[in-house]
Nanobody, 128 residues
Framework: QVQLVESGGGLVQAGGSLSVSCAAS????????MGWFRQAPGKEREFVAA?????????YTDSVKGRFSISRDDAKNTLVHLQMNSLKPEDTAVYYC????????????????????WGQGTQVTVSS
């Protein structure tokens, strides 16, 4: 089993920055590409960003391109970060970290079905 724990959410004003992180533990050798999704109240969970096992490939949903940046650090344990800049009220959501058994990311990596492990989520609220 793999456990994913998000941290770093909170409240920020529009235009501000926030970073959320995800720490993986357990059988981390079985997971590779990582992703971030978000879910706002009354809406479906949506893809935000993904990063390949090597960190060499990333993908972002159009609404966050140029504002968000995903990175990872596998030196000791798998850590995945999502740096969020120029935040907008529409970025308000619960942000979830997810782990895949695929090494690379593909167009299918934008689908929740491509991930096998999920964190509990962390709330990000952007005030106007």
């Amino acid at each position: 089993q793999v456990q994913l724990v998000e941290s770093g959410g909170g409240l920020v004003q529009a235009g501000g920055s926030l970073s959320v992180s995800c720490a993986a533990s357990g059988r981390t050798f079985s997971i590779y590409a990582m992703g971030w999704f978000r879910q706002a109240p009354g809406k479906e969970r949506e893809f935000v960003a993904a990063i390949s096992w090597s960190g060499g490939s990333t993908d972002y949903t159009d609404s966050v391109k140029g504002r968000f940046s995903i990175s990872r650090d596998d030196a000791k344990n798998t850590l995945v970060h999502l740096q969020m800049n120029s935040l907008k009220p529409e970025d308000t959501a619960v942000y979830y970290c997810a782990a895949s058994r695929s090494r690379e990311i593909y167009s299918s990596s934008r689908s929740p079905e491509s991930y096998v492990y999920w964190g509990q989520g962390t709330q990000v609220t952007v005030s106007s």
